[in-house]
């Protein structure tokens, strides 16, 4: 029997469980890869993924799914073996990224769109021929510097809402769960009300245009930003303010039928992106399930151990098989300080 949207949103934020997020750009690989010394090549970055994937205990018991990228979903591993075969193979769900980047919106100097709506419903099609039963669609809403009220724009919140909305309804047509990402970056000096403003703002715009576009939020999962302030921010907010202000904004904007939230990291260190979540899952109660979908949030430490060389694999496993489980906990409020320390 085939899963419908609904069982597979389900699936997505299962307890305990979040998505792995392996979908950086050639581009975006290519700056990880420089960190490490290692050249990005197409085989460099299938063995590296690769290597993720086939960590067995972390793709069986706290990954639901895996974004991945156009070339990825296309690769087959060393063995010859499709990637997507191994993703299923350990009973995760692979899901792909769709959207052609953000680029500068016309007449709002520093505010930028994203593209890639032409095409989209054949490019749909195709991906569900080869797997992916998921897929993602990111905006980046970026505030103002030095008190700059003009940024974000109503035209910047309203093109990125709808082009999120048209997209959802595509995937959805094509059987595909879309994740919508809002992301309001936590570059710049904004403080944490700031923040928590410019969220509020593009989660009602967003679920706005969703609900014009007929999109079934109960085969759609949410990807936001946590509420934080920006890096450059004199003043930085304690992990219990992170908290409330998340779960406050999420739960005046939110509708109950989603029936889950995978968090980015959005540039926190690995233990800050843990510790926020779980200390929402810990301190309240949520109406949906709260998860993770961290890109370098899990993948930092394993790629710093693998370094680039095959032989590493055992060492770069282990790293993310240690992030994986401590997210995982987190995904159900059990992680704590001393379960991270005994662990590493």
């Not at 500068?104 to 080869?130: I, M, S």
């Not at 959802?168 to 000096?189: F, N």
Request: with cysteine; hydrophobic share 40%; proline share 4%.
């Amino acid at each position: 029997m085939t899963d419908t949207l609904h069982d597979i949103a389900h699936k997505m934020v299962a307890p305990g469980k979040g998505l792995l997020a392996a979908d950086e750009s050639t581009g975006t690989i290519k700056k990880r890869f420089d960190a490490i010394n290692t050249v990005s090549t197409e085989d460099t970055r299938r063995d590296y993924r690769e290597m993720l994937f086939r960590t067995d205990e972390a793709m069986r018991d706290y990954i639901s799914g895996v974004i991945l990228f156009d070339e990825t979903i296309r690769q087959n591993a060393q063995d010859g073996t499709p990637l997507v075969d191994i993703i299923q193979a350990a009973g995760a769900i692979p899901g792909i990224k769709v959207d052609a980047g953000a680029k500068p919106l016309a007449g709002k100097p520093g505010e930028k769109v994203t593209e890639g709506l032409d095409g989209l419903r054949e490019r749909f099609a195709d991906y569900h021929t080869l797997g992916a039963r998921f897929a993602k669609w990111r905006a980046v809403i970026d505030i103002g510097r030095a008190g700059d009220t003009t940024i974000p724009s109503y035209d910047c919140i309203q093109a990125n809402a709808h082009a999120l909305a048209r997209y959802a309804a595509l995937a959805q047509e094509q059987g595909i769960v879309p994740i919508v990402e809002p992301e309001v970056l936590m570059d710049g000096d904004h403080d944490i009300d700031t923040c928590y403003r410019a969220t509020q703002w593009i989660l009602k715009e967003l679920y706005q245009q969703l609900f014009y576009a007929g999109v079934d939020l109960e085969g759609s999962i949410l990807k936001p930003n946590m509420v934080i302030a920006g890096k450059l921010c004199p003043t930085q907010a304690s992990a219990e303010e992170v908290a409330e202000k998340t779960v406050k904004v999420l739960k005046a904007c939110v509708p109950t039928a989603v029936p889950g939230i995978v968090f980015l990291s959005g540039g926190q260190s690995d233990y800050d992106a843990t510790a926020h979540l779980n200390l929402m899952n810990a301190s309240y109660d949520l109406p949906w399930a709260l998860s993770f979908s961290y890109g370098r949030a899990l993948q930092a430490a394993p790629q710093a151990a693998w370094g680039g060389d095959n032989n590493n694999w055992s060492k770069g496993q282990a790293a993310f098989l240690h992030r994986a489980r401590m997210n995982s906990l987190a995904a159900t409020g059990n992680w704590t300080d001393q379960v991270e320390k005994d662990a590493a």
